[in-house]
């Protein structure tokens, strides 16, 4: 059988006569992550600790998708570790990307947005032997998982591009395990073959996959369906851990060359395994969500079951861990990148609680069940617990207003449909509804149908083709860049900043950017890297072969990249690395002042504060931070004096490389979202402020000068932002400040402490002179009613007016109206208006008509709709917005037409 073609078991029968599955000891996910990594340890693997779901350093990514994400630059080569095997389990989300699980979730009992990625690594050490032997050693002899029920599928080859079929796998599972051949499948590409990117590491996989037995697949005997191994739509087989053998390059050519150094990178979903272990028929049956699930049941009042009831269940369950985890490590709700993902998945989630009866914020309210369920593997979530529920509280508040604004949309577009007759819901403000609005299409396809409409989804499906383009082109790198040209041989990127600005280095190698610069590699430099908020060192490197000049230091893996403007080739003459000193002292005086900041806002505010984001510039600092509420002027005050307090005690900083335990645990402050390694550099203000940080620093508190907030605003829910100077800088700002106070004085003639009540006093002489000058307006023009009415028309014995009119104000609009509505019997009046720049829509009805049940709000709703705004309001008068300016003048001109169709249906 070696060698010779299979048959997939697409194509083939499903073994049967199984039963669902049911394990002889039923083991919690707690103690299946424990014994996964326990399992390892014991064959040599280091445990390494999650990194964040917030990707560090990689464009390509929004979201950590797999375990291997943070050792990528050992793959790629750039990067190393002290240790050659590893085992962890890593938290990753999945919604959006080439990996999209979202619009799935909920609709089965498998796919998540966030799950937990047990993994095992070797880097050039062992390779598939091992990885076969001990993986089944674990799933069917520790674990006790039925070896009958166990399938492997290895890579069947690639005639078209000449890859062999993995022969050593497929021969192996046969030769280390008791599996039979029969149950060794052979897949291609798609499903057995793992690649990083278009060029890079990759390699055959082999994955092991569980029948769970019959009567487990819904699908089965429907529509011709089959089940079996990689069936779509098959519930019953269900893959469980996947090996990969990172034993490849491909280049941009597309030829395969075999790595030096091969790899193993497993992943298996916790998920799915404790499932299987636990005996479930679903992943949400498992007791990493029967947690979350009672405590949906407890805050909605509905019991979980079948249907849309079930589907809210599992939506809220999960969308509430990706979010938790993902504000935690330090995302935030917002319009782009990985802040949209969060923003459609919390509203995805808050849409679903209409199907439980919420209407009011509810999913905050969940995180301390998740927090109390993952708190012991996650330490960052408790740690976090208030932080994430005022996040996700504030997100749900916002998006209350926004769901019934869709609607409000959602009722204009139909309205409208209804008035043409066309039967058909447009595409384009399906999309509109979706992406806005947070609308799933199904309840866009289901609101639609009530109503008598069809969704177009020609339009939809394309708009969303065309958005998922955008998304990947956003998260792609701007192209390969050049290859590197090795000048000398020997190890690089020793960084020697800390204590020096000028160091004697070689070249080991540079590669041109393509805009007649080059990116420059030392034996050693003390050029720092942009990293930590800190921004990267200017300066330049000079020698016998020229002169560079260094616009920016980044890192690449362990390397650190120089990018230098000029000069020519780099050679292996012996060059000078010398970085620009007053900036870098510029830059230190703001990295300290940086940690000064955070210590005494928790000193002011609370410990809750954390830092959320930095940035350490020599012109100035940014420091993002969690906190509740806007802080009060008095507060930023004290900030600031607690700030200058402790340079004026000018405390030399004690600066020293620690365990990362030990650091924690004696009280060092740890940024949540950052990734450290075992061995940590803490930076401590003795009594005032200790962190973990790798960035440069002064020799004493003192050093700084002097400091200055220079503003404080909102950047998200939760989210703070503080902008301050400091040294020389903040002098100068406070010298220009004083400038201006004095300039104030002399024009005002008052003293300082008597400006702002003088200030205040002219401000309010010019408001009343405002409303005078509007009075005198209105007084010496007619109204131009009479005129406006002398244009009525009859509409199904309606008089109706519709016209566009000149008006300062909305008071003056409403007098206008208010004006017609007493001289009009029987009759509807829609007036449009230019207000301060803004299309603004009034529409009054007779009181006749109102006790008809003829109501204003539902009218200006629909002729705002013309022109993409919307309105409402009473039924005798209510007033709506025009967002397209140029359909404002049409929708005035449609009016009747609207008010036609309307009467119709209402006085019929």
Not at 27 to 35: G, H, N, P, V
Not at 77 to 101: E, F, L, M, P, W
Request: charged letters at 25%; one cysteine or more.
């Amino acid at each position: 059988m070696r060698g010779r073609s299979r048959t997939p078991a697409a194509q083939r029968p499903a073994s049967g006569g199984f039963s669902p599955f049911l394990p002889a000891i039923v083991k919690s996910s707690a103690a299946i992550r424990d014994e996964f990594i326990a399992f390892f340890q014991e064959k040599g693997h280091k445990f390494v600790r999650s990194s964040p779901v917030v990707p560090q350093g990689d464009p390509t990514l929004l979201f950590i998708n797999a375990g291997m994400n943070q050792f990528k630059d050992v793959f790629l080569g750039t990067g190393t570790r002290d240790y050659n095997r590893a085992v962890n389990s890593q938290k990753c989300i999945r919604a959006s990307g080439k990996h999209n699980d979202l619009e799935d979730v909920g609709r089965d009992n498998y796919h998540h947005t966030f799950f937990e990625m047990l993994g095992n690594w070797s880097f050039g050490d062992y390779f598939k032997r091992e990885a076969i032997q001990w993986g089944w050693e674990l799933l069917v002899e520790r674990w006790g998982l039925d070896r009958e029920r166990v399938y492997a599928t290895v890579f069947g080859g690639n005639e078209a591009e000449g890859i062999e079929a993995d022969l050593e796998s497929e021969r192996l599972w046969s030769e280390v395990t008791p599996l039979p051949e029969a149950r060794v499948l052979r897949y291609g590409k798609e499903y057995n073959f793992w690649e990083m990117g278009d060029t890079g590491p990759c390699g055959p996989c082999s994955e092991v996959h569980y029948d769970l037995g019959e009567g487990t697949c819904p699908n089965a005997g429907r529509n011709g369906h089959r089940c079996g191994v990689n069936v779509a739509g098959c519930w019953r087989f269900v893959e469980l851990w996947n090996l990969v053998f990172i034993q490849f390059n491909r280049d941009a050519s597309g030829k395969l060359d075999p790595l030096p150094a091969q790899h193993v990178d497993t992943g298996m979903g916790l998920e799915r395994i404790a499932r299987v272990l636990q005996g479930k028929d679903s992943n949400y049956a498992t007791d990493l969500f029967t947690p979350l699930i009672a405590a949906i049941e407890e805050v909605t009042g509905h019991r979980d079951g079948a249907g849309e009831v079930g589907v809210a269940m599992r939506v809220i369950a999960d969308h509430l861990r990706a979010l938790s985890f993902a504000i935690a490590d330090g995302a935030i709700p917002s319009n782009e990148g990985r802040g949209y993902v969060l923003r459609r998945m919390l509203r995805r989630a808050a849409r679903f609680g209409r199907v439980l009866g919420m209407r009011e914020p509810f999913v905050y309210r969940l995180v301390p069940a998740l927090s109390r369920e993952m708190g012991r593997a996650f330490p960052e979530l408790p740690a976090q617990e208030r932080h994430v529920a005022s996040v996700i509280r504030a997100e749900e508040e916002s998006f209350g207003n926004t769901l019934d604004r869709g609607i409000e949309r959602f009722e204009q577009t139909a309205g409208q449909a209804r008035v043409r007759k066309a039967g058909v819901f447009p595409g384009a403000e399906a999309f509109k509804l979706y992406d806005t609005y947070g609308f799933p299409v199904d309840l866009t396809n289901l609101m639609a149908e009530e109503r008598g409409l069809t969704v177009e989804m020609e339009t939809f499906e394309a708009l969303m083709a065309e958005q998922r383009a955008k998304a990947k082109a956003a998260t792609q790198t701007a192209g390969e860049a050049e290859a590197w040209v090795r000048v000398s041989e020997g190890g690089d990127s020793e960084f020697t900043g800390y204590s020096s600005l000028q160091e004697q280095a070689a070249v080991r190698r540079y590669r041109p950017t393509g805009d007649g610069g080059w990116q420059v590699v030392l034996d050693r430099t003390p050029f720092y890297p942009e990293g930590g908020g800190q921004v990267g060192d200017q300066g330049r490197i000079f020698g016998e072969a020229g002169e560079w000049r260094v616009t920016d230091t980044i890192r690449e893996g362990d390397r650190i990249l120089h990018v230098c403007e000029g000069g020519a080739v780099p050679d292996g003459r012996p060059v000078t690395a010398e970085v620009d000193g007053p900036r870098r002292a510029r830059i230190t005086l703001n990295h300290t002042a940086t940690h000064l900041l955070h210590a005494a806002l928790r000193e002011e505010l609370g410990s809750q504060v954390n830092q959320a984001g930095s940035v350490v510039h020599p012109e100035h600092l940014r420091f993002d931070f969690t906190h509740f509420e806007r802080p009060d002027a008095a507060q930023l005050d004290a900030v600031e004096r607690r700030v200058n307090a402790q340079i004026r005690r000018n405390r030399a900083l004690e600066i020293f490389e620690t365990g990362y335990d030990d650091a924690v645990g004696a009280g060092v402050v740890a940024l949540f979202g950052e990734k450290y390694g075992d061995r940590v550099r803490v930076v401590r203000v003795d009594g005032f402020s200790q962190e973990l940080c790798g960035g440069c620093h002064v020799r004493a508190t003192g050093d700084i000068g002097t400091f200055k907030i220079v503003s404080e605003t909102g950047i998200a829910a939760g989210v703070r932002r503080i902008v301050a100077l400091s040294g020389e800088t903040a002098e100068t700002h406070i010298r220009e400040s004083l400038a201006v106070l004095e300039q104030l004085k002399s024009r005002l003639n008052a003293p300082a402490e008597e400006l702002g009540t003088k200030l205040e006093r002219l401000l309010e002489e010019k408001r009343q002179l405002e409303k005078e000058v509007q009075a005198l307006k209105r007084a010496s023009r007619s109204d131009g009613t009479e005129e406006i009415l002398q244009g009525a028309r009859s509409v199904r014995g309606v008089n109706v007016v519709a016209a566009q009119v000149e008006a300062a104000s909305l008071d003056e609009l409403r007098a206008m109206a208010d004006s017609i509505r007493k001289q009009l019997k029987n009759g509807v009046a829609v007036l449009g208006a230019l207000v301060q720049g803004k299309a603004t829509l009034l529409t009054t009805v007779s009181e006749d008509l109102v006790r008809r049940d003829v109501k204003a709000g539902e009218i200006v709703k629909l002729v705002a709709g013309l022109a993409d705004g919307r309105g409402g309001g009473p039924p005798h008068m209510a007033t709506g917005g025009a967002k397209d300016l140029e359909k404002f003048p049409h929708a005035i001109e449609r009016a009747p037409e609207v008010i036609d169709s309307y009467l119709e249906r209402v006085l019929s």
